[in-house]
């Protein structure tokens, strides 16, 4: 239906630009965990790297039971969702098998799920995700193609009470959206770094708290910052109350980084998976070398002198990373002054390299902390950096899955949100329930108690600092 439009309609040449977009994709550690994706749906010149760099990160040899493909309609509003059970897709790498079986038995027991022609009639949300299925999986493979066209969070919740005995291990969950519309590029900047964050917390309730800010802002051109915000809505509903899911953000981009694609009015792309974890990420995994500990405190230093010098962060060469600060993910940058705390920011996950993040973090902790005045040229040889790399935010729903000195904390409730990093026990003595009330009156700004009815995630940290490195040029 929209080959040649939005993908080759040739088979050559599609299965040549898919090839060159598993190619170039900058990770392509397959991960057998993996439970569901987000990718971007927009024509492949613009946005197909970004679902690339997601599927390639699925086991091409792993069979699947079902492929559940969740799109929201560009075209029409309806009470709940319609799946396409009247036989199957074509593309030009041939024929895409729906499970009509499964499709039928679905509309059959949910009222608030239907056949509608005219959701799937001219949508492309789901089909484009169809030849990077058909060239990465080896096995066959069956889908349930579902377009969602209610506006109401309640129906979503719905949605994923009836999808959610399908979340299995042998199932996989695709969720096909883009994200902000039309906004200049810097402002798709930052709204989609947002809209990313709160995706990548797997919190419903951060997610659409994040998409109604965002509107408020009232930024020129954003029409929306998630278009397909149901079906993320949905997905979210599924996985926030796993406890074994992680929710990984893997590749940003926006249509202005495209050679066909200009920068006054753009469209972003997200991609994620989610994984089935076996328990908590271990902070070792980040694997990061020594020479790789002071390469990143250096680079937080030179950051810091030269926002000092000309108000500028300097241009990096990629090539003489290693691959380990390369990787997307979050980081805390910590500066200290004779033992105190003189600055603290970072950021959770992040749509950026490592040494992108710790750059940033470091400008910002020691200029943007309000907490602090600005930091000063005559000081800086009295300051020592620590850095704390981020494992992905894991919902709890009981403090007794948070394990005290070895995980931080970060908590949300409503607009309000704080965290504490795993470190701040140590130097504080504080027992668990002191810490969470420390964390929800100081720094969420929730009151003593406030931390016993918000949202808490645990992450832990690969903690290193100048001191521990014998690495302190000042």
Same mark, same amino acid.
């Given at each position: 239906?929209?080959?040649?439009?939005?993908?080759?309609?040739?088979?050559?040449?599609?299965?040549?630009?898919?090839?060159?977009?598993?190619?170039?994709?900058?990770?392509?550690? +397959?991960?057998?965990?993996?439970?569901?994706?987000?990718?971007?749906?927009?024509?492949?010149?613009?946005?197909?790297?970004?679902?690339?760099?997601?599927?390639?990160?699925?086991?091409?040899?792993?069979?699947?039971?079902?492929? $559940?493909?969740?799109?929201?309609?560009?075209?029409?509003?309806?009470?709940?969702?319609?799946?396409?059970?009247?036989?199957?897709?074509?593309?030009?790498?041939?024929?895409?098998?729906?499970?009509?079986?499964?499709?039928?038995?679905?509309?059959?027991?949910?009222?608030?799920?239907?056949?509608?022609?005219?959701?799937?009639?001219?949508?492309?949300?789901?089909?484009?995700?169809?030849?990077?299925?058909?060239?990465?999986?080896?096995?066959?493979?069956?889908?349930?193609?579902?377009?969602?066209?209610?506006?109401?969070?309640?129906?979503?919740?719905?949605?994923?009470?009836?999808?959610?005995?399908?979340?299995?291990?042998?199932?996989?969950?695709? +969720?096909?959206?883009?994200?902000?519309?039309?906004?200049?590029?810097?402002?798709?900047?930052?709204?989609?770094?947002?809209?990313?964050?709160?995706?990548?917390?797997?919190?419903?309730?951060?997610?659409?708290?994040?998409?109604?800010?965002?509107?408020?802002?009232?930024?020129?051109?954003?029409?929306?910052?998630?278009?397909?915000?149901?079906?993320?809505?949905?997905?979210?509903?599924?996985?926030?109350?796993?406890?074994?899911?992680?929710?990984?953000?893997?590749?940003?981009?926006?249509?202005?980084?495209?050679?066909?694609?200009?920068?006054?009015?753009?469209?972003?792309?997200?991609?994620?998976?989610?994984?089935?974890?076996?328990?908590?990420?271990?902070?070792?995994?980040?694997?990061?070398?020594?020479?790789?500990?002071?390469?990143?405190?250096?680079?937080?230093?030179?950051?810091?002198?030269?926002?000092?010098?000309?108000?500028?962060?300097?241009?990096?060469?990629?090539?003489?990373?290693?691959?380990? +600060?390369?990787?997307?993910?979050?980081? $805390?940058?910590?500066?200290?002054?004779?033992?105190?705390?003189?600055?603290?920011?970072?950021?959770?996950?992040?749509?950026?390299?490592?040494?992108?993040?710790?750059?940033?973090?470091?400008?910002?902790?020691?200029?943007?902390?309000?907490?602090?005045?600005?930091?000063?040229?005559?000081?800086?040889?009295?300051?020592?950096?620590?850095?704390?790399?981020?494992?992905?935010?894991?919902?709890?729903?009981?403090?007794?899955?948070?394990?005290?000195?070895?995980?931080?904390?970060?908590?949300?409730?409503?607009?309000?949100?704080?965290? $504490?990093?795993?470190?701040?026990?140590?130097?504080?003595?504080?027992?668990?329930?002191?810490?969470?009330?420390?964390?929800?009156?100081?720094?969420?700004?929730?009151?003593?108690?406030?931390?016993?009815?918000?949202?808490?995630?645990?992450?832990?940290?690969?903690?290193?600092?100048?001191?521990?490195?014998?690495?302190?040029?000042?």
């Amino acid at each position: 239906m929209v080959s040649g439009s939005f993908y080759p309609s040739d088979a050559q040449n599609l299965k040549a630009q898919l090839e060159q977009f598993f190619f170039n994709a900058e990770d392509k550690t +397959v991960n057998e965990s993996i439970a569901a994706i987000i990718v971007p749906h927009a024509g492949y010149v613009f946005s197909g790297p970004v679902a690339a760099s997601a599927y390639v990160k699925i086991d091409p040899g792993k069979s699947f039971s079902r492929i $559940f493909i969740v799109g929201t309609s560009h075209h029409m509003l309806s009470n709940g969702a319609s799946i396409y059970n009247q036989g199957d897709y074509e593309t030009p790498l041939g024929t895409v098998n729906v499970d009509t079986e499964l499709a039928n038995r679905l509309i059959d027991q949910n009222k608030q799920i239907s056949y509608i022609p005219g959701a799937h009639d001219k949508e492309h949300s789901i089909e484009v995700q169809l030849p990077f299925l058909q060239y990465w999986l080896k096995k066959p493979f069956k889908i349930v193609p579902i377009i969602i066209g209610t506006q109401s969070e309640e129906t979503c919740k719905k949605l994923a009470e009836t999808l959610k005995p399908y979340f299995t291990p042998e199932n996989l969950f695709i +969720v096909s959206s883009d994200f902000s519309h039309y906004p200049s590029y810097e402002n798709a900047l930052k709204t989609d770094q947002l809209t990313g964050l709160a995706v990548a917390g797997n919190s419903p309730e951060k997610f659409i708290e994040t998409i109604n800010s965002n509107e408020r802002q009232n930024i020129p051109g954003l029409a929306t910052s998630c278009c397909a915000w149901s079906s993320v809505l949905t997905l979210l509903d599924i996985t926030s109350v796993q406890q074994n899911v992680q929710v990984t953000h893997v590749k940003y981009m926006n249509s202005g980084d495209s050679p066909s694609g200009g920068k006054d009015r753009v469209v972003g792309y997200h991609s994620f998976i989610f994984t089935r974890e076996n328990g908590t990420r271990n902070s070792g995994e980040f694997l990061l070398t020594p020479e790789d500990k002071r390469m990143l405190l250096k680079l937080a230093r030179e950051s810091i002198e030269m926002k000092l010098e000309n108000n500028a962060i300097s241009d990096i060469n990629e090539e003489d990373l290693s691959e380990n +600060v390369k990787m997307n993910c979050g980081a $805390f940058v910590t500066l200290n002054k004779n033992n105190q705390l003189r600055g603290c920011i970072g950021n959770f996950t992040s749509t950026e390299p490592l040494y992108k993040v710790v750059q940033e973090m470091a400008a910002a902790a020691a200029f943007s902390d309000f907490r602090f005045a600005p930091v000063v040229k005559e000081e800086l040889s009295k300051i020592d950096i620590e850095i704390s790399v981020l494992t992905p935010l894991r919902k709890i729903s009981s403090i007794d899955d948070f394990k005290l000195g070895e995980q931080g904390i970060y908590m949300i409730k409503g607009t309000r949100s704080g965290t $504490f990093l795993p470190q701040v026990a140590e130097l504080t003595h504080w027992n668990k329930e002191e810490f969470l009330g420390h964390c929800a009156r100081d720094k969420a700004g929730i009151g003593w108690d406030g931390w016993k009815d918000a949202d808490l995630y645990t992450y832990e940290a690969l903690v290193f600092d100048e001191k521990e490195l014998f690495f302190n040029e000042k």
